[in-house]
Structures are given as structure tokens and as C-alpha cells.
């Protein structure tokens, strides 16, 4: 009753080409493992063929507090929300609403010109850790968006994170660059004279 | 705006939604189902639709597609800071994944 040996060629294929999905969205070798049957020798070809370098190697992140903090937490949500929904009302298998629901979530992110802050093995993860019962979905009381949260947590008079950010939200070591640049920009379209330029143009002479 | 005009607004919106849905679902009934918010059972009819009952369907009087926000939910996501109004697309759409398909139909 070996299921490997079973395993017809088609089935084989379709196996194939599930890996090529998940690695092209970024799956690990940890992943590719638990969700797919295909050795792992074959799996460490495939990726090479599709990255066109070796999978990464050292463990996964096994945190459950990652997915706390605000912009991890909407992030994390909308995943979560989106995969219940494909595995629940559409009847989806857990790959499928998996590779599915990912792909919805960076359109959503190239589409509203976000960083997509969850990638694709903490994705796999938060679903893993709620099958292990370690998170739940709390009501906002707002919203009544469903939020992830710790097991055990309040379930009542939760607010979530996009009605009330917290006051640090979106001041990012990114975000304090950015303005940066756009402020130099706004400068130097005044023709302000910048201190760097003398060495430049002693250089050029 | 005539009543006429207003008949012929809903049922060029019934006909560009049902065409639009049957496509989106024939594409991929998973992603359609949960880009349209809609339950299996309606996913599966709108699917086996013919051309000619899509056109007799569309030309009722009502529109046939509904809002999906309720009004509570709507507010909250609308009324953001202005300073995070980038997060507010992604709030409505958590709101929207959310959304049990139950009171859709």
C-alpha cells in the first residue's frame, strides 16, 4: 500500500507542476516538503530550474508574534480571510486555496502599490498555526473585520489595527528615506546650492 | 432622468454583471466566487446560464446585484485618518474577504 509507488504519472505531473506554482510564489524547501509527495532530490531540482539558484537552507520562522504588529496583522488578516473563504465557500483543497489565495494577495498589494509584507512561507505558516490552534480570528468591534490574534486573547471590545493604528504606524526607517529624497528633490528644483556639488565640479575641472 | 432612462441604466448594469461574472467564473470558480462574494449554489447557476436567459434576466426593472458593505461596515472603513488612508483599501478588502457569503444571497 505504498501511496509512492502508486502514484501514476499523471498524478506525478500534476505534482510538478503545484511545486513549480509554489516556488515561483516563493515557497521554501520546508513547505515543498509537507505539501507535496515528490522526493526531495526532485524538489531541489525543480527549484534550481525555476530560481536558478539552490534553495535557501536554515529553519523557518516559528514566531507567532510576527504576525502581531499592525501591518503584519492587516496583512496576515486579509490572507487568512481570503483562504477561508476559498477553503470554506468554494471547496478548495488547502494547496489550492493556499497558491490561490496568495496570488489574490499580491494583486491586492501591486494593485494599492503595497509592500507585500507576508510572504509565502509565513502565509503557509500562519495557516499551520492555526491548525494548530496557537491563533484565532477576533472580531473588531468597529469594524467587525475578523482579525488574527492569539488564542485565548479578548474576544470583546477588540479594535483592530486599521480603525485605531497605533501612533508609531507607517514612521518606518523607509518611510523617513523617502521623505528625505522627496524633500532633497523639492530642494534642488529651488536650485538651492548643495554643499556635496563643489567636489564634483573640482573634480570635473 | 426619465423612467425610462433609469429602466435602461439597470438593465445594461444587470447584463454587463452577469456577463462579467460568468467570465470571471468560467475562468476560475474559486476566485470568481470570491471576487463576486457569491455562495456556490449561485456561482453554479450563473455558470449554466445561456445567452438568452442571461438577456431575459437582465431586463428586469431592479438591479440584481447588491451592495456588499452594510452601512457600519462601510462607515468604518471609509472614515480612516487621513494620514493612513494607505491602509484604508487594504481594510476594505479584509472587510470584504470576511464577509460571510450567507448574507449576500
Redesign the interface.
Known sequence: MNLIAKKSLTEEAQEVFRAVALIELGARMQVLESELTLSRERLIRLYREVRGVSPPKGMLPFSADWYMPW?SN??A??FF??Y???KN????SHL??LT?GYR?YLE?CTR???EPVLDLTRAWTLVRFFEAEMLQ?TPCC??????VAHKHDLQHGVVCG??Q?PSR??KTRKAAARAAVQAFASVTDENVIDPAAPPISAEAA | MSTFEIQESIREINLSYLILAQRILREDRAIGMFRLGLSAEVADLLMSLSLPQVVKLASSDQLLCAFRFNDHMLLSALTQPPKHADIASTHAAVLLAGQPVKLLI
Open positions: 501591518l492587516i496583512h488578516s486579509l480571510n481570503t477561508l473563504f476559498l465557500e468554494a471547496s478548495c489550492d486555496a490561490k489574490l491586492h494599492n502599490d503595497a480570528l468597529r469594524c467587525t473585520g475578523k482579525f486599521a480603525c493604528p504606524a507607517g
